[in-house]
């Protein structure tokens, strides 16, 4: 790129939205200066992949996190299926509502 910055992925946190909701909002993890680039959502019967881009400068930056939020629409609803970082494979965890349940003993979260 011209502008002395190139793209790289950005780390998702956790999403947040119920069953029945069609919108997700996505936190991601950026350092100060990185700036958004682009998202891709790749909808399956099983997951939702969701992969974020942002441009970096090159060299250096500092090493501290911050927290950013954007929203996606999905195609329909999100039901059961998971939502995973197209960019790690990994899980994203939904984000605690005050309406769950609290954890369990000896559970998930404990």
């Given at each position: 790129?011209a502008?002395?910055r190139?793209?790289?992925?950005?780390?998702?946190?956790?999403?947040?939205?119920?069953?029945?909701?069609?919108?997700?909002?996505?936190?991601?993890?950026?350092?100060?200066?990185?700036?958004f680039?682009?998202?891709?959502?790749?909808?399956?019967?099983?997951?939702?992949?969701?992969?974020?881009?942002?441009?970096?400068?090159?060299?250096?930056?500092?090493?501290?996190?911050?927290?950013?939020?954007?929203?996606?629409?999905?195609?329909?609803?999100l039901?059961?299926?998971?939502?995973?970082?197209?960019?790690?494979?990994?899980?994203?965890?939904?984000?605690?509502?005050?309406?769950?349940p609290?954890?369990?003993?000896?559970?998930?979260?404990?």
């Amino acid at each position: 790129m011209a502008s002395g910055r190139f793209r790289v992925p950005a780390r998702i946190d956790a999403y947040d939205a119920e069953p029945v909701d069609r919108q997700l909002r996505i936190d991601y993890v950026t350092r100060p200066s990185h700036r958004f680039d682009s998202v891709s959502v790749e909808e399956a019967q099983e997951a939702v992949e969701i992969a974020i881009v942002v441009t970096a400068p090159r060299g250096q930056t500092r090493a501290a996190g911050h927290m950013h939020s954007l929203t996606v629409v999905l195609a329909a609803p999100l039901g059961d299926r998971r939502v995973i970082d197209a960019c790690t494979g990994s899980v994203v965890p939904r984000l605690r509502s005050p309406m769950d349940p609290p954890p369990q003993p000896g559970g998930p979260g404990t």
